[in-house]
């Protein structure tokens, strides 16, 4: 199989399908599918939510088991996931750029800039964007590309550690409640006093603040470095053997399923107490990386099965992994904002939504890509690249 740039968003050329390595599309795909079940509670219940399960939805048993659910086997993980296929994309787009005599620094910058332009738009219809952060990492992952995959490897992890290290750092600094806003508390439990200062009052002291963004910057970074050295080693590209992916997902299911689950049981017992908000952040945050790696194994493993019609959807909404974060999104805030309150909602309806998006998304994906060559917000992406038009009807799949 011939190495391709098909790790990114989109690419210089257009590759024909017989030439796509598609371990990474159904990747990016199931990536992108499972990412819409943790933003979805944040698009229809209360901020707080998100993070605290005790904070709103929760109205039956049902509703605990699909927070507890979505805490260990979702939370962080297929965000993880998503970051890996998107740092090893922004790092492939320069070398090809490089390789075919392009400036690629030039056209690497203007590409991530137009990526951050993006994010705007995007976080001015919800907050919780994540393209802004890839944009940001870019420069670093560009500067850094040089380095062979071991040493990807370790300053990725190092990243991660550096989350660790500062939620419990930031963690003893909590002195209230108050401190953390809507970060942990429902509206009406945030002191009236505090949302007098506006953003820092919502969602909670400055403190709290830094700690979220540095916390996902320092997480995408080193998800996105490693992401570069999986591709670099054949992992993500689905170039390694069954056996090495079979040990891969005894290995990361063994090692980051007790943690996930013991940080979920450590927030439960305390109730989701206010004095573990960001510590109790820490067990996930470890689970993550061996948790997505075994599923990236897992999905690397049925990508080698004979060819079904669900291969093929889940290749396409990969393929259009922008178009299909995006609309998840834009139907989100349409559906879950606009038609309900957070008080008409509970776990259960908001998990009817996200299979109704999943269904319409494997759906519409490859529908699309019959007649067209790339996702619409994709083609977008790419004509403001280059600066003229691309053509777009042809479709390959």
């Not at 190092?158 to 600094?173: E, H, R, S």
């Not at 609309?327 to 998990?351: A, H, K, M």
Request: glycine share 10%; proline share 4%; aromatic share 12%.
């Amino acid at each position: 199989m011939t190495e391709d740039a098909s790790a990114q968003p989109e690419q210089l050329a257009p590759t024909q399908a017989g030439d796509r390595i598609t371990t990474l599309d159904a990747i990016r795909g199931v990536a992108v599918l499972g990412i819409l079940v943790m933003n979805a509670v944040s698009f229809g219940l209360e901020p707080a939510a998100y993070w605290n399960i005790g904070a709103g939805g929760i109205d039956t048993w049902l509703d605990w088991v699909i927070g507890g659910a979505g805490e260990i086997f979702v939370d962080q993980k297929f965000m993880a996931l998503f970051s890996m296929l998107f740092g090893a994309g922004i790092v492939l787009f320069f070398e090809r750029a490089r390789d075919k005599g392009r400036r690629a620094g030039w056209l690497s910058f203007w590409r991530n800039l137009l990526l951050l332009g993006i994010g705007i738009l995007h976080v001015a219809l919800w907050d919780g964007d994540v393209l802004i952060l890839y944009a940001i990492c870019s420069v670093f992952l560009i500067a850094l590309h040089r380095l062979r995959a071991a040493m990807l490897f370790v300053l990725g992890g190092l990243a991660i550690l550096g989350a660790v290290a500062l939620a419990l750092v930031v963690q003893p600094t909590i002195e209230s409640a108050a401190d953390l806003g809507q970060f942990w508390l429902t509206e009406a439990e945030v002191p009236p006093d505090a949302a007098e200062d506006n953003f820092l009052g919502e969602f909670g002291a400055a403190r709290v603040v830094g700690w979220f963004f540095a916390d996902g910057f320092l997480r995408a970074l080193g998800m996105m470095l490693i992401g570069v050295g999986l591709y670099r080693t054949g992992v993500i590209t689905g170039r390694r053997s069954p056996k090495f992916y079979r040990r891969v997902v005894v290995w990361g299911l063994g090692v980051g399923l007790p943690l996930s689950i013991a940080g979920f049981v450590w927030m439960a017992a305390t109730d989701f107490s206010p004095g573990v908000a960001i510590a109790g952040s820490v067990p996930n945050t470890l689970a993550t990386l061996p948790l997505a790696l075994a599923y990236l194994s897992i999905i690397a493993l049925w990508n080698l099965r004979p060819e079904t019609a669900l291969h093929r959807r889940i290749h396409a909404v990969g393929r259009m992994a922008l178009t299909n974060y995006l609309t998840q999104t834009i139907l989100g805030v349409i559906v879950l904002r606009t038609l309900f309150e957070p008080d008409d909602l509970n776990r259960s309806w908001i998990l009817l939504f996200i299979v109704a998006i999943w269904i319409v998304q494997l759906a519409w994906s490859q529908a699309w890509l019959s007649r067209f060559r790339y996702g619409p917000f994709e083609w977008v992406w790419r004509c403001a690249t280059y600066r003229r038009g691309e053509p777009l009807r042809g479709g390959v799949v």
